[in-house]
Each structure stands twice: as C-alpha cells, then as structure tokens.
C-alpha cells in the first residue's frame, strides 16, 4: 500500500516537473515571437553573454530583415564566443569585440538587446557581470537598452547595488599573483552578476508583453498580487 502511494507520488510529481518545464519553454517561445518587431533591417545591435532565448531571438529576426550583430567576449568566462559563432553559423553577420570596446563601438550602435538573470522590483534588472557597464556606454549615446526575460525571472525584490542579491566569484578568474608579488594589501571582489538600475533600461520584453520599468509593475501585481505596487526610484 505504501509504495503504491509512493509510486503514485513520483509520477504526480514528474508530470508537474514536465508541466513547469514545459511551461518555461513556451515562454521563451513568446519571448522569441516579438524579434521581428523589435529588429529591422539594417540595425547594428550589441549584445553579450550567451543565452538559448538571445540567440533564438535573433534568429527568428533573420527571417525578416538583414542586420549585424556585435557581440562581446564577455570576460573572464568569455560566453560571448558561444553566442557569436551560433549567430555567425546562422547566417547573420557578426563581429566579437574585447569588452573594453564597448563605449568605442557604441556610437556606431542603434540598440542594446541582452538578456537578464532577474527582474527586479525597482524596474531594474539583475543581469550578467558586464552589463552596468554596457547600459552605462548605451545611455551616454542615447541608445535604447532591451531586455529579454520571461515573467517567471521576475522577483519582488529591491536590490540597493550590484553586490545585493549577488555572487561573488573566485579572485583567481581576474587576478593570479606572481612569485615574489605581495598580496597583503589586494583585495580582488568578483560579483558574477550587475545590477542594472531602471534609469538604464528602456524595455523589458517578457512572454506577455513588453513593459518600460515604469509600467512593469503591471507584471509584478498580475503574479504576486497587489502588494507589488511600490513607487520607482529613480
């Protein structure tokens, strides 16, 4: 009797895993439906890290318009190798640049597309390292930051600064000490993640729609209720 139960259980179980993983992949199909609005022809976007939902992004855009993506290394994991050779084997023209471009390229670039780790509550986003620095570049030449991320990345919290909510990485990615080298006054801090505040961000493109940080709040009240109405910083 007991291990009916239990067996009865496990598969209650696995179909709720299939159905939320199911559940996660449509929505990354959603995402991806909205590329040809926001891609046209001849746009020169930036991007960075790697991402199933950036790169099927982009591909789905090719259908539609010719356009040439700049991709950066993304140091020190450099992911963003993986996203320019899937886009570069797709067909869409692609260049990988060094991080410490991107201000350089940024003149040249009609819009920022990445993707984010969490949705926040203050209308920002929590995004892989490398990302303050991009919409930091974007807003100095007016160009408008979009963000790829489903609902279910959306979290009721307010992160202060980009060591909130945050992982700290092991110094050896970014620093390795020499013979002879004194180490007594070095202090090495490897956030894994950056917190892009609202201000930088100009569009947030879930599985339901696109919403500015101002507006996101509609997201937040439909999944956690009334309780997420808060006022944005700026």
């Known amino acids: 009797?007991?291990?009916?139960?239990?067996?009865?259980?496990?598969?209650?179980?696995?179909?709720?895993?299939?159905?939320?993983?199911?559940e996660f992949e449509m929505a990354k199909e959603d995402v991806t439906a909205q590329a040809k609005e926001h891609i046209g022809d001849n746009d020169l976007i930036l991007t960075y890290h790697t991402s199933s939902t950036l790169t099927n992004f982009f591909i789905a855009a090719k259908e539609s318009a010719n356009f040439e993506v700049i991709v950066c290394e993304t140091a020190p994991k450099f992911t963003g190798h993986e996203t320019a050779q899937a886009l570069a084997q797709a067909g869409i023209q692609t260049s990988l640049v060094s991080d410490s471009a991107v201000f350089a390229v940024m003149s040249r670039v009609d819009k920022v597309i990445i993707t984010a780790h969490g949705i926040m509550a203050t209308g920002g986003i929590v995004a892989q390292a490398g990302a303050l620095m991009i919409a930091h570049a974007a807003m100095a030449?007016?160009?408008?930051?979009?963000?790829?991320g489903a609902v279910y990345k959306l979290t009721p919290l307010h992160p202060i600064d980009s060591l909130t909510y945050n992982e700290l990485l092991s110094p050896s990615m970014v620093y390795r000490s020499e013979?002879?080298?004194?180490?007594?006054?070095?202090?090495a801090i490897v956030p894994a993640f950056d917190y892009v505040p609202p201000k930088l961000v100009d569009l947030i493109l879930t599985n339901q729609e696109g919403y500015t940080s101002e507006n996101i709040y509609r997201a937040f009240n439909a999944l956690y209720g009334k309780q997420g109405t808060h006022e944005f910083p700026e």
């Open 1 to 22: 009797m007991v291990d009916r139960k239990m067996t009865q259980l496990t598969r209650e179980l696995k179909l709720a895993i299939l159905e939320v993983i199911e």
């Open 141 to 148: 030449y007016s160009v408008p930051v979009f963000v790829l």
């Open 179 to 187: 013979e002879g080298d004194s180490e007594q006054n070095v202090t």
